[in-house]
């Protein structure tokens, strides 16, 4: 899993086979790998604004808000991705298939479908409806 560009560019992860780890296999998460394959990160977010799910094949992934000073509650493979996307404050869980590159993957995709409270207003501004506040 790698990190590529800018703090809030883009993430993708890489795959190597045991023969492959190290220098080997991390350049298939970096550059070319990103900007292919590439999804954006919230890197500047400590905690998750909402709860949401992701999918990939047969894994679930649940990830919950969490309070400050709470940590990365999750396993492994997820843990590696907020790590990354710089999440510092978060409650996950997987249900179904628990192989470690579908997780990834569909944690991938839920931090995709995160609504950021400014996305939200300038959709509201967009529609040309006041902010609520």
């Known amino acids: 899993m790698r990190r590529c560009g800018a703090p809030a560019a883009a993430s993708a992860s890489g795959y190597?086979?045991?023969?492959?780890?190290?220098p080997v296999a991390d350049p298939k998460g970096d550059g070319e790998g990103a900007q292919k394959h590439g999804q954006p990160c919230r890197s500047t977010v400590w905690t998750l604004q909402h709860e949401i799910w992701g999918e990939h094949g047969a894994t679930r992934v649940f990830h919950g808000p969490a309070s400050d000073g709470t940590g990365v509650i999750a396993g492994g493979a997820m843990r590696a991705v907020f790590e990354v996307a710089g999440v510092q404050n978060v409650l996950a869980k997987s249900?179904?298939?628990?192989?470690?590159?579908?997780?990834?993957?569909?944690?991938?995709?839920?931090?995709?479908?995160?609504?950021?409270p400014s996305d939200i207003a300038a959709k509201a501004r967009a529609d040309g409806r006041r902010n609520p506040r």
């Open 95 to 116: 249900y179904g298939s628990r192989n470690s590159m579908n997780v990834v993957r569909a944690t991938m995709d839920a931090l995709s479908r995160m609504n950021m």
């Open 16 to 22: 190597g086979k045991a023969r492959e780890s190290g």
